[in-house]
């Protein structure tokens, strides 16, 4: 199909209340897949057409609009369904299962014309939605493959699955009674990495890998994926959400020193000794905890207490806090000889996985990292309306294309 010009954009609400038919007319309308159909076509020359590329081409693509786990369901549909089959192209039977294994091989040789046409997409959405990529949310999803287990005598044949490994992802937290809870997660198959964008809940870039990669190396490949494909986007990004998954350093330096991206990622507790907080550098009554909390200390009292946000300068890439006695007219009886009364800045280079240009301790933080809920909403359309909770994909081209 050709690209139109001027697209319709609708929430996904308003796309989901529609019929089956209905989106997969909208699907098909604006897929930018006139390429890959040429492509396709020159590639059959001269040869049977008893089903047309595009017509395969766009079953395939209804398969997953309609939900079929199977090319068999998809069969099943198309030999009953004789409106669908007029909107694909048919005009004779319907293909038989080896024309779509033998259609599918030959899509998987063009995975680099379909990844075009998913950047294609993205940056038809960049021109046509206002902020879209300034605020992204990074995440990786757990997809079971279709087969159960791992066997390593066997080589590949389409029927086995030889390329997928075991993946486990732990979940830790506390309970509002103080109780901790823990929740182990394992699964064979493949492992899906995400950046979406937060705002429209809609992906930019992703990767496919076997289950068993660390998210933050994928993360790290992401963000090389779209400095090479998507660099417009990555000037346009203000702020990067993620779980403490990505929570390094080196993720945290190369978001904002290179790419002038906020990293907003959740800490784990690093710290192996027993104190709770650690003093500021050259400072001799200001701490702060893993979490980048910084308290003042009474230097008459000895009486703790959280100073407040000033927010980040830019040029001298540091925090600023204030004196909480003086910012709330709290009543400290050692304001008088306190070294910090007047405030602090403290550089990011203190700690730079603590100290981030967005204060960790900030209401602005917490509003942020909220919106790493986005790329969960969009984990849980891939399950449920597009398929990849049940399926039978085996092997990881197939996953790739799918």
Not at 61 to 90: P, T
Not at 300 to 315: A, I, W
Not at 391 to 398: A, L, P
Request: aromatic share 8%; net charge positive.
């Amino acid at each position: 199909m050709a690209i139109i010009p001027q697209m319709s954009l609708f929430t996904w609400k308003e796309i989901d209340e529609l019929g089956d038919l209905e989106r997969l007319r909208l699907l098909l309308e604006y897929m930018p897949d006139e390429e890959l159909m040429k492509s396709l076509e020159k590639k059959r020359g001269k040869g049977r057409n008893d089903y047309p590329v595009r017509a395969m081409w766009n079953s395939v693509l209804a398969g997953i609009v309609f939900q079929h786990e199977s090319i068999e369901k998809l069969r099943r549909e198309l030999s009953r369904n004789g409106q669908l089959r007029d909107m694909c192209g048919f005009e004779g039977q319907v293909p038989s299962p080896w024309s779509y294994t033998r259609f599918l091989k030959t899509l998987m040789d063009h995975v680099a014309m379909i990844d075009e046409m998913f950047l294609t997409l993205v940056n038809q959405l960049s021109k046509l939605l206002p902020d879209f990529g300034k605020h992204l949310a990074m995440d990786s999803k757990a997809i079971s493959s279709f087969s159960k287990q791992k066997n390593t005598n066997e080589k590949a044949d389409g029927r086995r699955d030889v390329e997928a490994d075991y993946g486990k992802k732990e979940y830790r937290g506390i309970t509002k009674d103080g109780k901790p809870w823990e929740k182990i997660v394992k699964w064979f198959g493949y492992k899906l990495h995400l950046v979406v964008d937060a705002t429209y809940e809609l992906p930019v870039t992703f990767k496919v890998t076997k289950a068993s990669k660390s998210d933050i190396t994928e993360g790290h490949a992401l963000l090389k994926q779209m400095q090479e494909n998507q660099p417009k986007l990555l000037e346009v990004a203000e702020t990067m959400t993620s779980d403490r998954g990505y929570d390094d350093t080196k993720f945290i330096v190369d978001l904002w020193d290179n790419h002038r991206i906020k990293p907003v990622i959740d800490i784990r507790n690093m710290w192996k000794d027993p104190d709770k907080t650690r003093l500021l550098k050259g400072r001799e009554n200001a701490v702060y905890d893993y979490k980048g909390t910084v308290s003042c200390v009474c230097p008459e009292t000895g009486k703790m207490r959280e100073m407040c946000n000033g927010g980040f300068e830019r040029d001298r890439n540091a925090l600023k806090k204030l004196c909480p006695a003086k910012q709330m007219g709290i009543t400290c009886k050692g304001q008088a000889q306190c070294p910090i009364m007047q405030g602090i800045r403290i550089p990011l280079s203190e700690d730079r996985r603590i100290f981030t240009p967005i204060d960790r301790s900030s209401h602005k933080w917490k509003r942020e990292y909220n919106k790493r809920t986005a790329v969960e909403r969009v984990n849980s359309r891939l399950d449920v309306s597009f398929g990849f909770e049940l399926h039978t994909i085996r092997g990881m081209n197939k996953m790739k294309l799918r």
